[in-house]
């Protein structure tokens, strides 16, 4: 993990963009934490009442655990995990490799629409918090 400064104006700018490209879009919680599970950004408006925080550990954990896993199948690393459930899901994407950005949302939002915006999303906040740069993909 690197050294990042993450200063009020782009922590802003990463917040407005969440919300434009996925909590406008029906996405009810989004959650951008560091490898050990805390919490930098948080946007939306969760519909369950859960510990945040918790959640967040425990959701770097299982990224942590899967990435293991890819490594003993050959894969450098999995960009992105994706849990269904009933009426909620929950997609998880690398924010280059030091942030994963998580997205909660209900059926009433496409997954095929959450993929696309995160995509994009990721890609520009991993240049907005210089992680680009510092893994060479600049």
């Not at 459930?85 to 994963?100: E, L, P, W, Y």
Request: glycine share 8%; hydrophobic share 50%; proline share 1%.
């Amino acid at each position: 993990m690197s050294d990042i400064i993450l200063t009020g104006p782009v922590l802003d700018k990463a917040r407005d963009w969440i919300n434009r490209a996925l909590v406008n879009a029906g996405v009810h919680t989004v959650l951008l934490i560091d490898h050990a599970g805390n919490i930098v950004v948080r946007c939306g408006h969760s519909r369950t009442n859960f510990d945040l925080t918790s959640f967040a550990a425990l959701a770097a954990a299982n990224f942590g655990a899967t990435a293991q896993m890819a490594q003993l199948i050959g894969e450098d690393d999995f960009s992105l995990l994706f849990h269904k459930g009933k009426k909620d899901s929950i997609h998880f994407a690398k924010v280059g490799n030091d942030m994963i950005l998580i997205s909660i949302f209900g059926d009433d939002v496409s997954l095929g629409l959450v993929r696309l915006r995160v995509a994009e999303l990721t890609r520009n906040m991993a240049k907005l918090f210089g992680l680009d740069k510092i893994n060479g993909t600049y």
